[in-house]
């Protein structure tokens, strides 16, 4: 068995769409590592697209899996629930920006968190209106689809989407885009497509994922808080890609300031288990009816069990203070690179360990470089390392390594970047 055979035999049993960014076919991985079939190492700057925040297999997480697994692996937590359940729900709750009461429900994927939002904000306002933000991404779903500000690959081929969803831009002063730019279109977008009075809800992701790692200035968060109180209007914070110490912060809204309305959780929530969440303020929470939430999957016990071990693992082990250091320490990294091929990286940025390195053509913010995003995402998985791309163009490279990474992984990772850059360029 070799990573060739396995993606011949893939490509006849799996369906094109869900394709792959690697040929590299893991057969087991430790904390930053992975090791393929073949015997071969890669160091991951991917992390399961920010999932296992707490690296591969963390004994901690691995062993409150195991212990439940010999209990029981489930039972419906609607049917016969689990203290593990309420207790989960209990330190979320907690762990959420702002003091005002909340409540929590479970789910099973980050898309589900983002539709269930939607629907308790209807419930809640009695309004259909839902506007997000050009680049966001939320989730593959029809609902989610039509959320999301990207249209290759996520939407091409799949309308109609749902009505009553609208779009404003995004805040990104490298392409130019301004605080007051943005909401002045929200400001048209209530004068000529929806009146605020219909609307139920306005989601954005802190820092915009799939869309190119670009984080929402503190003021527009600030500013969007206002305007929805200003309207009724409730605020929802996708937290799927910055949650859990990610960002530097347990959750990336708390460098606004703000309370959301709403939020969803899901990726690094439980190191690789599937479970996601919505956690919200409670009045909030409660707007629809018994039996109108829920799923089978949600709230699975081992999910439950090892969300809980991730939370005890970035508490003791500071993960949110080795998100800021790892940022920091790759960001210096990047800027020796940029100073090495200036006409190449046109911008470099970071919240915490989330990291962005923007591939452009002669130092051009509006002459985007695809190709050389694609062939370095190949270059470097031969070179033994894992890269993401991102951005509503295809040319981000994101860096997302676990936060539990070592320092000499990290150096060595950053000298293979370089060694793929130079065999490019």
């Not at 409150?64 to 049917?79: G, I, N, P, W, Y």
């Not at 929590?104 to 506007?131: L, Q, S, W, Y």
């Not at 016990?301 to 970035?314: D, R, S």
Request: glycine share 10%.
């Amino acid at each position: 068995m070799n990573n060739s055979s396995l993606q011949q035999r893939k490509d006849q049993a799996f369906a094109r769409g869900q394709g792959t960014m690697t040929h590299a076919y893991i057969e087991k991985a430790r904390n930053a590592e992975l090791w393929d079939v073949e015997g071969n190492r890669y160091i991951d700057l991917g992390s399961g697209i920010a999932v296992v925040n707490t690296g591969h297999n963390h004994p901690k997480v691995q062993a409150a899996a195991q212990s439940q697994l010999e209990k029981f692996s489930h039972t419906c937590v609607m049917v016969t629930p689990y203290a593990s359940a309420v207790e989960l729900a209990e330190k979320l709750n907690a762990a959420a920006p702002g003091n005002t009461p909340k409540k929590a429900i479970f789910v099973t994927t980050g898309a589900e968190a983002v539709e269930n939002c939607v629907k308790i904000a209807r419930a809640h306002t009695g309004r259909p209106g839902v506007i997000a933000f050009n680049g966001g991404f939320h989730g593959r779903t029809n609902l989610t689809m039509g959320l999301t500000g990207k249209v290759t690959p996520y939407k091409a081929g799949f309308g109609p989407f749902p009505g009553e969803i609208f779009h404003a831009p995004f805040p990104n002063s490298y392409h130019g885009i301004s605080t007051e730019d943005s909401l002045q279109a929200l400001n048209t977008l209530f004068t000529v497509d929806i009146d605020p009075a219909r609307v139920a809800a306005i989601i954005i992701e802190p820092v915009q994922g799939e869309g190119g790692f670009y984080p929402a200035p503190p003021e527009f968060m600030q500013a969007l808080r206002k305007l929805c109180d200003q309207h009724g209007i409730l605020l929802i914070c996708d937290e799927i890609q910055t949650g859990f110490a990610r960002t530097g912060k347990m959750f990336a809204s708390e460098y606004a300031g703000i309370e959301p309305d709403l939020m969803t959780m899901a990726k690094g929530i439980a190191g690789g288990f599937p479970i996601a969440a919505v956690v919200g303020k409670a009045e909030i929470m409660d707007a629809p009816l018994p039996g109108g939430l829920g799923g089978t999957y949600g709230g699975s016990p081992i999910g439950c069990a090892a969300a809980l071990a991730v939370l005890e693992v970035i508490e003791e082990e500071n993960l949110c203070q080795r998100a800021n250091e790892i940022g920091e320490n790759i960001l210096s990294h990047l800027k020796a690179l940029q100073s090495k091929y200036p006409s190449k990286i046109g911008d470099i940025r970071n919240l915490g360990a989330m990291i962005a390195m923007e591939l452009v053509h002669e130092s051009d913010a509006n002459k985007p470089d695809p190709e050389l995003t694609k062939a370095m995402v190949a270059e470097a998985s031969r070179n033994g390392l894992i890269l993401l791309s991102c951005g509503i163009r295809g040319n981000v490279i994101r860096f997302l390594p676990a936060l539990t990474i070592s320092d000499a992984l990290i150096e060595e990772s950053m000298k293979l970047l370089e060694k793929t850059m130079d065999n490019l360029i």
